[in-house]
C-alpha cells in the first residue's frame, strides 16, 4: 500500500492513527459486523499506520472481524 504523507511528529503520528482506527470502526458497524469491546481497544490502540491501512481497506468488504486478521 502506497502512503501519501510520513509524519515528522510523534503528534501528527498519533492523531492519524486515530483518525484511521475512527474510520476502521465506523465502516465495520456501518457494513453491521459485530465489533467486540475488545476489538475496539485493539483497533484504537493500534499504532502501526501499516496495519491500520491495510485494515482499513479490509474493513470496506469484511464481513466479520477474522476478515481483517482480529480474532477478538
Do not use: N, P, Q
Request: charged content about 35%; overall charge positive.
Amino acid at each position: 500500500m502506497i502512503r501519501l504523507t510520513r509524519y515528522r511528529t510523534d503528534f501528527a503520528r498519533k492523531h492519524y492513527c486515530r483518525g484511521v482506527a475512527d474510520g476502521i470502526i465506523r465502516i465495520l458497524v456501518r457494513r453491521g459486523v459485530e465489533v467486540s469491546d475488545v476489538a475496539l481497544d485493539e483497533i484504537r490502540a493500534c499504532g502501526d499506520e501499516d496495519r491500520l491501512e491495510e485494515w482499513l481497506a479490509r474493513a470496506v468488504t469484511a464481513k466479520s472481524l477474522s476478515e481483517l486478521g482480529l480474532t477478538t
